[in-house]
T-cell receptor, first 111, second 112 residues
């Protein structure tokens, strides 16, 4: 079993919809949780990160961490075609600087 | 100019050949990383370096070696390429914060 599980999709939704992307993990030591976005033929870029539990909001994006369920989510409001990309979750423990990555979910926003 | 550059961008090679992938950065970061990306498997860490004299194996280092020639340069070598090393390879850098890694554009490698 992988330490981090992420549905690869693709997830196809109409423009303007609310999108929910999720990852589950098995290592209870994970404290740092990141979401990266990767456009086709590009390297990933950091979108949001949270430390420990709770929510974080940045414009149309909200990241949530539920440590009791070992589950993290990224919500995108008012989705745009430009949001079409692969979204990767990543996480690490406090004592280990290595990031453990999910497989990535391919998101398609239809105009 | 891009902060993290990788050369070559695409490479086709044959089984048994030695190949080197190069990474340069202008961000002034001490930490550099090599990952490979395969469909359905996400990013997996091959090697990482926290400074010129510090090099560490990652999750999947077998069959790979690295060289940190300077703070700004980190090279990945495949001593004897095999077909299952066909993948997309990314170099990344970071400062002191673990959460923000800056990736290069990737090298698409095909081993025949």
């Amino acid at each position: 079993q992988k330490e981090v599980e992420q549905d690869p999709g693709p997830l196809s939704v109409p423009e303007g919809a609310i999108v929910s992307l999720n990852c589950t993990y098995s290592n209870s030591a994970f404290q740092y949780f990141m979401w990266y976005r990767q456009y086709s033929r590009k390297g990933p870029e950091l979108l949001m990160y949270t430390y420990s539990s709770g929510n974080k909001e940045d414009g149309r994006f909200t990241a949530q961490v539920d440590k009791s369920s070992k589950y993290i989510s990224l919500f995108i409001r008012d989705s745009q075609p430009s949001d079409s990309a692969t979204y990767l979750c990543a996480m690490s423990a406090y004592s280990n600087y290595q990031l453990i990555w999910g497989a990535g979910t391919k998101l398609i926003i239809k105009p | 100019d891009a902060d993290v550059t990788q050369t070559p961008r695409n490479r086709i090679t044959k089984t048994g050949k030695r190949i080197m992938l190069e990474c340069s950065q202008t961000k002034g970061h001490d930490r550099m990383y090599w990952y490979r990306q395969d469909p359905g498997l996400g990013l997996r860490l091959i090697y990482y370096s926290f400074d010129v004299k510090d090099i560490n194996k990652g999750e999947i280092s077998d069959g790979y070696s690295v060289s940190r020639q300077a703070q700004a340069k980190f090279s990945l070598s495949l001593e004897s390429a095999i077909p299952n090393q066909t993948a997309l390879y990314f170099c990344a850098t970071s400062g002191q914060s673990r959460e923000t890694q800056y990736f290069g554009p990737g090298t698409r490698l095909l081993v025949l």
